[in-house]
């Protein structure tokens, strides 16, 4: 059974940092390619960034610059460095794989 279960959501000022976890379990994180999205309020889901097995990262031109993609292979969790955050970064952030989804982490950058 696939589980991919995200933390490190939070509140956070505008230019702070967050570091989000996505811990796979039926998966393995050093096999596949995981993904991140977001949903901004009242807003539809979006790409955030992805990570391949080989190691190649993409980002969204929203992102790219301020956010970082990595992985943990013995941990089987892939991570989303966040920085300079902005108001706008605000959203329920999702990890995915394999059509798998898990069940969010709220980011809030408020003031």
Do not use: H
């Not at 989000?20 to 999205?37: D, E, H, P, R």
Request: charged share 15%; proline share 4%; glycine share 10%.
């Amino acid at each position: 059974q696939v589980q991919l279960v995200e933390s490190g959501g939070g509140l956070v000022q505008p230019g702070g940092s967050l570091r989000l976890s996505c811990a796979a379990s039926g998966i393995a994180t050093s096999v596949n390619t995981i993904l991140w999205y977001r949903q901004p309020p009242g807003k539809q889901r979006e790409f955030i960034a992805y990570i391949t097995r080989i190691g190649n990262t993409n980002y969204a031109d929203s992102v790219k610059g301020r956010f970082t993609i990595s992985r943990d292979n013995a941990k089987n969790t892939v991570y989303l460095q966040m920085s300079s955050l902005k108001p706008e970064d605000t959203a329920v952030y999702y990890c995915s794989a394999l059509s798998f989804w898990g069940q969010g982490t709220q980011v809030t950058v408020s003031s």
